[in-house]
């Protein structure tokens, strides 16, 4: 069974499906069988037919049904470049030797970070498990605080994960075990395109002073704010 997993919700999803139908003249049609719903897409030849299944992290999309199934993935593409993510999988990250105060700051910011950005927690054992939801999409990112110095945080690699990893990483300067190899891909090319360029499009810097011209040391300080002396 051919699985996408995405951060979507049906009330984001049906929209853009039935924007591609439209632009190619085709019908859409869909039906909802409890938490199923079952798309066809109608076309010359064998139609598209997509099943969509809401999760706990987000919409489960199947595309191996029927005959045409080149035309099934063509709609999932679509789906996936509308809402800007590719094929979602499942990370799991490991923090070590981080010390109980910085465990507590962390912890605070996360908190804060959910107030601004609408994202609930839910937790046991004081703050040492949380579980953070986005209000928007059904996304779930949990994190667990131990007191051997370890952080540890699971869920599908979106960018609520993305966020909360970039969240601890910066709090506590230490580099998880595993590392995620589009965000090494993006820091890379932002990289050689600062030194490249030598900075000459920064009209306006907010490092007047302390820049030097370094792309490493510049893109530590526009995402973390430490030092690039």
Known sequence: ????????????????????????????????????????????????????????????????LGRDQEANQLLVDYIEESIGYGRLHEDRVTF??????????????IQEYSVRNEVSITSENGLDRMELKDSLISNTV????????????????????????????????VLPTVQFQLLNSVVHFAK????????KECHSCEHLGRCSSNGIKMLNMAHFERSIS
Not at 15 to 22: F, K, L
Not at 97 to 105: A, E, K
Not at 142 to 171: R, V
């Open 1 to 64: 069974m051919a699985e996408h997993n995405l951060p979507l919700n049906w009330e984001l999803a049906q929209p853009i499906i039935e924007e591609y139908a439209t632009a190619r003249d085709m019908v859409f049609h869909y039906e909802q069988f409890g938490g199923k719903i079952a798309v066809k897409i109608l076309k010359p030849g064998s139609p598209i037919r997509i099943d969509l299944f809401q999760t706990k992290t987000g919409m489960t999309i199947v595309s191996n």
């Open 96 to 109: 070590r030797n981080v010390s109980i105060d910085t465990q507590i700051t962390t912890k605070k910011l």
């Open 142 to 173: 949990k994190i667990c605080f131990y007191s051997n110095g370890t952080i540890f945080m699971y869920g599908f690699n979106t960018p609520l994960f993305d966020e909360i990893h970039n969240l601890i990483y910066s709090q506590t300067g």
């Open 192 to 199: 050689e395109s600062i030194d490249k360029d030598d900075l």
